[in-house]
Nanobody, 124 residues
Framework: QVQLKESGGGLVQAGGSLRLSCAAS????????MGWFRQAPGKEREFVAS????????RYADSVKGRFTISRDNAKNTVYLQMNSLIPEDTAVYYC?????????????????WGQGTQVTVSS
């Protein structure tokens, strides 16, 4: 069973940047599509971004396009989410997830393994 652990969250002012990391232990991430999701208080978990195993294809939620970038380093067994131009609406717990599907999926049900999340708070 893979263990995913997110890090890099914190408190940042609007307009600022954060870089989230998702590191895997016990199993490799190399052959898996990876996704980032987020959940704000009182809201459902929503898709943010996903990336295929070879970085050939990405997918982003409209709300983050042009501001967030997903990437991966398979040698380090780590996936990243670079978040720029943050706005208060980006405040949420951010989760990384893994799926054996080879396409950059956007639905939570398609992902099999999840991390515990990292809090991102953007102040106005």
């Amino acid at each position: 069973q893979v263990q995913l652990k997110e890090s890099g969250g914190g408190l940042v002012q609007a307009g600022g940047s954060l870089r989230l990391s998702c590191a895997a232990s016990r199993r490799t991430l190399s052959w898996y599509t990876m996704g980032w999701f987020r959940q704000a208080p009182g809201k459902e978990r929503e898709f943010v971004a996903s990336l295929t195993w070879n970085s050939a294809a990405t997918r982003y939620a409209d709300s983050v396009k042009g501001r967030f970038t997903i990437s991966r380093d398979n040698a380090k067994n780590t996936v990243y989410l670079q978040m720029n131009s943050l706005i208060p609406e980006d405040t949420a717990v951010y989760y990384c997830a893994r799926t054996g599907n080879r396409t950059p999926l956007a639905t939570t049900g398609a992902y099999d393994d999840w991390g515990q999340g990292t809090q991102v708070t953007v102040s106005s």
